[in-house]
Structures are given as structure tokens and as C-alpha cells.
T-cell receptor, first 115, second 113 residues
Framework: GAGVSQSPSNKVTEKGKDVELRCDPI?????LYWYRQRLGQGLEFLIY????????KSGLPSDRFSAERTGESVSTLTIQRTQQEDSAVYLC?????????????FGNGTRLTVT | DQQVKQNSPSLSVQEGRISILNCDYT??????FLWYKKYPAEGPTFLIS?????DKNEDGRFTVFLNKSAKHLSLHIVPSQPGDSAVYFC????????????FGTGTSLTVIP
């Protein structure tokens, strides 16, 4: 079956512009996560959705970052007024159930470069 | 604060030999641990996991060992194959962390033919 799909795969934007990153999770997966990986660093948790609600937004770095999920399906991560430190690979993952012991299925990521 | 640490950024092993990847954690509340494998330009893929009620879990060539008293886990790959060359991430979670998974910084494994 289809895996987690993310678009675009690459995005180059100028500092100060807004960007939207899209994630299509595996059909039927209840939980959806956003992580980012900066160069040479580990995966940094951003936000988690259970259905369409986000019980945990603790990882969002600033109020320039927001995310939403609709129809218990597609999610968009929006970064406003992008800064160079936002450059990273943004990874989306989904899981069939919202449980701490349910492994995540990752997409291939969106590589964001802010110039 | 990095709660999951992989102190070896890279590891090289000859084909056929054992690869041992290590991971340390600081949060004693973690009770579920996972290993993910990542190829370039792809997302991480789940490899193997272990619950804190066990100290070993085996799946084919892959075995994960957990030492709770030392807050240490390791992934053994034997025999290593060139296709195992990838970045390996250790991750941990706990039933009281709101479903968040904490990842290490990864170890790049190169298996030399």
C-alpha cells in the first residue's frame, strides 16, 4: 500500500517568505507527527496530532510555526517569515494508533533551504 | 537537552562481521525503545523495538539488547551486509510522555565488502 507522502520534496525560499509543507499519511492512521532534522543533528519533535487535534505542540520552535490536520488525513506545516535557521529536512510520520509503543512510519521528508 | 544519545557518529565494519551500535538514555521513565534505519534521501524506516520488560529482542540478523540499570541499549547486526550501510537512529518513548518519541543523533554504518 501507499506510504506516507510529503510534498514538495525540496523547497528553496527566500528569507522572510512563508512556506507550506504537506503530508499525506497512510490511510487510516490516527496519529500524525512532524519532526525536523537539521544538518548533523538528530530528529527534533515539532508537533503531534491525534485525529485532527494536537494534544502536544510543545516542540514548535516559535509562533512562526503552525500546523493543522483535516479529515483525520492531510496535514500542513506552515512556517511564516522563514529564517535561515529554519533550513532543515522536515519529516512527517504516521502511526495506526496513538500509543507510545506504536512505531512511526515516516515519509521521505521535505528539504527546506532558506536563502 | 538530549535525552537519547548516540555517541558514535560513524562505524565501519567488514562484511560478514558483527556490527554493534550503541545508544544511551537519561530518562528512567522510558519504557519502549526502537531502532530506525535511514538511507539517503529517504525517511527513517522502523527496524526493531524492545519493551522495558525484556532485555533482548531478536529478529533475523538484528538483535537489540537493553540494560535498564545502565540506561543503555545496543543493536547487533550479524552477519553485516553491504546493504546494511545506512544511518541508524535510536529512539525512546514512555507511556507518560504524551506519545512523543525521542531520537538520538544517529550512527552512520558502513559495511565494507
Amino acid at each position: 500500500g501507499a506510504g506516507v507522502s510529503q510534498s514538495p520534496s525540496n523547497k528553496v525560499t527566500e528569507k522572510g517568505k512563508d512556506v507550506e509543507l504537506r503530508c499525506d499519511p497512510i490511510s487510516g492512521h490516527t496519529a500524525l507527527y512532524w519532526y525536523r532534522q537539521r544538518l548533523g543533528q538528530g530528529l527534533e519533535f515539532l508537533i503531534y496530532f491525534q485525529g485532527n487535534s494536537a494534544p502536544d505542540k510543545s516542540g514548535l520552535p516559535s509562533d512562526r510555526f503552525s500546523a493543522e490536520r483535516t479529515g483525520e488525513s492531510v496535514s500542513t506545516l506552515t512556517i511564516q517569515r522563514t529564517q535561515q535557521e529554519d533550513s532543515a529536512v522536515y519529516l512527517c510520520a504516521s502511526s495506526p494508533r496513538t500509543a507510545y509503543n506504536s512505531p512511526l512510519h515516516f515519509g521521505n521528508g521535505t528539504r527546506l533551504t532558506v536563502t | 537537552d538530549q535525552q537519547v544519545k548516540q555517541n558514535s557518529p560513524s562505524l565501519s565494519v567488514q562484511e560478514g562481521r558483527i556490527s554493534i551500535l550503541n545508544c544511551d538514555y537519561t530518562n528512567s521513565m522510558f519504557d519502549y525503545f526502537l531502532w530506525y534505519k535511514k538511507y539517503p534521501a529517504e525517511g527513517p524506516t522502523f527496524l526493531i523495538s524492545i519493551s522495558s520488560i525484556k532485555d533482548k529482542n531478536e529478529d533475523g540478523r538484528f538483535t537489540v539488547f537493553l540494560n535498564k540499570s545502565a540506561k543503555h541499549l545496543s543493536l547487533h547486526i550479524v552477519p553485516s551486509q553491504p546493504g546494511d550501510s545506512a544511518v541508524y537512529f535510536c529512539a525512546a518513548s514512555a507511556s507518560n510522555t504524551g506519545n512523543q518519541f525521542y531520537f538520538g543523533t544517529g550512527t552512520s554504518l558502513t559495511v565494507i565488502p
